[in-house]
């Protein structure tokens, strides 16, 4: 027979594990730095990537697939070649892409972040303007 702290204790440990178990790749959210920019070539293109529960920036995910297009003016063949930059601050990842013409890109991330099994994926709007 359990006693009640040991109930207690078998209830928190249930709590923690459900609530680790429901943390996923949906707890993370991508964001332009900046939504709007010149068009042009050799664009600079930074997004931030934050926890959504915590709201703080995760740093050190490995962003292994990127793509920029102008998907959302109907033209997804339009695609930029993207190139990784340096990163300046915790949880910003910059790329250098070229925004040929005015208009809205598509800019579509997959990552791994530490810790997390499922892959963290998100897709942003840009607006290239004269």
């Given at each position: 027979?359990?006693?009640?702290?040991?109930?207690?204790?078998?209830?928190?440990t249930i709590s923690l594990a459900a609530s680790?178990?429901?943390?996923?790749a949906g707890d993370y959210a991508f964001?332009?730095?900046?939504?709007?920019?010149?068009?042009?070539?050799?664009?600079?293109?930074?997004?931030?990537?934050?926890?959504?529960?915590t709201g703080k920036p995760v740093s050190d995910a490995v962003i292994f697939r990127t793509r920029v297009d102008m998907a959302p003016d109907g033209m997804a063949e339009m695609e930029s070649p993207v190139e990784p930059l340096?990163?300046?601050?915790p949880g910003v990842y910059a790329?250098?892409?070229?925004l040929?013409?005015?208009?809205r890109y598509q800019v579509t991330l997959s990552a791994k972040v530490q810790?997390?099994?499922e892959t963290v994926?998100?897709?942003?709007?840009?607006?290239?303007?004269?």
């Open positions: 027979m359990l006693s009640k702290f040991s109930t207690a204790a078998l209830a928190a680790a178990a429901m943390a996923g964001e332009p730095v900046n939504p709007e920019m010149k068009k042009g070539d050799d664009v600079t293109l930074a997004v931030r990537l934050t926890n959504k529960q340096p990163s300046k601050e790329f250098k892409t070229d040929p013409m005015a208009g810790g997390e099994a994926t998100g897709k942003l709007i840009v607006k290239a303007i004269k």
